[in-house]
T-cell receptor, first 119, second 112 residues
Framework: GAVVSQHPSWVICKSGTSVKIECRSLDFQATTMFWYRQFPKQSLMLMATSNEGSKATYEQGVEKDKFLINHASLTLSTLTVTSAHPEDSSFYIC???????????????FGNGTRLTVT | DAKTTQPNSMESNEEEPVHLPCNHSTISGTDYIHWYRQLPSQGPEYVIHGLTSNVNNRMASLAIAEDRKSSTLILHRATLRDAAVYYCIPKAGGTSYGKLTFGQGTILTVHP
């Protein structure tokens, strides 16, 4: 149980275009989802916290107008990289916690990531 | 968040036990110690977590020092599938849900 699915698993786009990445919780509902970015040979860096029905909370240094996050339902959050540039090429990973378990030390469930290459 | 120190890398042979250490000397009294691992080209997966007592599950065991300033993740019999980056993450418990802060982790190599 507690499966998080990301789509697409990889995408190549041209500089200046926008790319949307979907994160779905398949067998549970998630009030909160998290978006991470990972550059090669580096650790995961939290980009933003996505809250269902409200605005996302971005970490310091992450441009909210460039990385648009929408959490329209309890099972879907999307990250749109707008006007992508080669430096946005990275591994984007989402995660979620089962709704109702936010007050406990329950684990985060991660998607398998989306590898974005901007040419 | 409490800072952690982990070895950059460790090696093991298949079917041997592996002890992955983590120092978290600034951990607060309410921080749980979480371990996640990340296989190549995948998202992280939860391994285990604990507060004070040692913990066991089907994946691993977690040994927590009495002063809680360090912990050790134990893989009892390493397999090739256990080759991954292992992250030790102190995280507040109780009502503080949410984000995990990942350090550099330990790259575990398992030799056949």
């Amino acid at each position: 149980g507690a499966v998080v699915s990301q789509h697409p698993s990889w995408v190549i786009c041209k500089s200046g275009t926008s790319v949307k990445i979907e994160c779905r919780s398949l067998d549970f509902q998630a009030t909160t989802m998290f978006w991470y970015r990972q550059f090669p040979k580096q650790s995961l860096m939290l980009m933003a916290t996505s809250n269902e029905g409200s605005k996302a909370t971005y970490e310091q240094g992450v441009e909210k107008d460039k990385f648009l996050i929408n959490h329209a339902s309890l099972t879907l959050s999307t990250l749109t990289v707008t006007s992508a540039h080669p430096e946005d090429s990275s591994f984007y990973i989402c995660s979620a916690r089962v709704q109702g378990q936010e007050t406990y030390n329950s684990p985060l469930h991660f998607g398998n990531g989306t590898r974005l290459t901007v040419t | 968040d409490a800072k952690t120190t982990q070895p950059n890398s460790m090696e093991s042979n298949e079917e041997e036990p592996v002890h992955l250490p983590c120092n978290h000397s600034t951990i607060s009294g309410t921080d749980y110690i979480h371990w996640y691992r990340q296989l190549p080209s995948q998202g992280p997966e939860y391994v285990i977590h604990g507060l004070t007592s040692n913990v066991n599950n089907r994946m691993a065991s977690l040994a927590i020092a009495e002063d809680r300033k360090s912990s050790t993740l134990i893989l009892h019999r390493a397999t090739l599938r256990d080759a991954a980056v292992y992250y030790c993450i102190p995280k507040a418990g109780g009502t503080s849900y949410g984000k995990l802060t990942f350090g550099q982790g330990t790259i575990l190599t398992v030799h056949p």
